[in-house]
């Protein structure tokens, strides 16, 4: 499985962003897709998951300001608004398929106050 990561920027707090990840390779039994996020210093965190069922999990640190989701081609997505300075991180979309994890390159999301 191959993850490539796009949307990350620059933007002032109270804006928003889209995170696209394009996954490719072998991608049947794919059990569940996620955003985590690394910031300077601090250990990778989970942002939002989504299962192969659309269940969906939320850090609540971002709850309500951010959505997961991921279309028919193997695309997922993450939806970010109101976005804080405290969410300045590298972003990493992973996958998790059968006992085995993948993670896409990161892109860096940079929030100013």
């Known amino acids: 499985v191959q993850l490539q990561a796009f949307g990350g920027g620059l933007v002032q707090a109270g804006g928003s962003l889209r995170l696209s990840c394009v996954a490719s390779g072998t991608l049947f039994n794919v059990n569940r897709m996620a955003w985590y996020r690394q910031a300077p210093g601090k250990e990778r965190e989970l942002v939002a998951s989504i299962t192969n069922s659309g269940t969906t999990t939320y850090a609540d640190s971002v709850k309500d300001r951010v959505t997961i989701s991921r279309d028919t081609k193997n695309t997922l997505f993450l939806e970010m608004w109101s976005l804080k300075p405290e969410d300045t991180a590298v972003y990493y979309c992973?996958?998790?398929?059968?006992?085995?994890?993948?993670w896409g390159q990161g892109t860096q999301v940079t929030v100013s106050s």
């Open positions: 992973y996958v998790r398929r059968l006992v085995s994890d993948y």
